[in-house]
């Protein structure tokens, strides 16, 4: 029995976790840079979000504790930081606007980012 229950720990301590979809995966770029919005999508991409990470251009973070926003068609996560020799961490609402605009609000403001190509989900249509 003991052997058993060893094994199962290594067994889920040695297991990848399933990786964490989110509705903001994808590449999101500029708004607020002349030059870089053409037809609803920017041309300066700065981050991608996949896999339970937000990658910008200098720096690596992760996504956890992701938390429904009660009233508001948004989720909170907890970002953990790495970059540039430095670490940081934030709780973070992301959301996507009428207009297919993902808003990162956190203790900084907001920051705002449009799609670099057009997204499938419907929730990010403009318009909508």
């Known amino acids: 029995m003991r052997v058993a229950l060893s094994l199962s720990i290594l067994f889920a301590l040695g297991t990848p976790a399933a990786a964490q979809v989110t509705p903001y995966d994808g590449e999101w770029g500029l708004t607020n840079v002349p030059g870089c919005v053409q037809n ?17 251009e200098e720096s690596l973070c992760q996504m956890s504790g992701a938390e429904a926003v009660r009233g508001v068609d948004a989720i909170a996560y907890d970002v953990s930081c790495q970059g540039e020799g430095d670490t940081w961490a934030y709780r973070g609402i992301f959301l996507i606007d009428d207009m297919g605009q993902l808003t990162i609000l956190s203790h900084a403001g907001p920051s705002t980012y449009l799609p670099t190509a057009p997204r499938d989900n419907p929730q990010a249509a403009p318009g909508k």
């Open 40 to 56: 609803d999508i920017s041309v300066c991409p700065v981050l991608l979000i996949g896999n339970g990470t937000l990658q910008g």
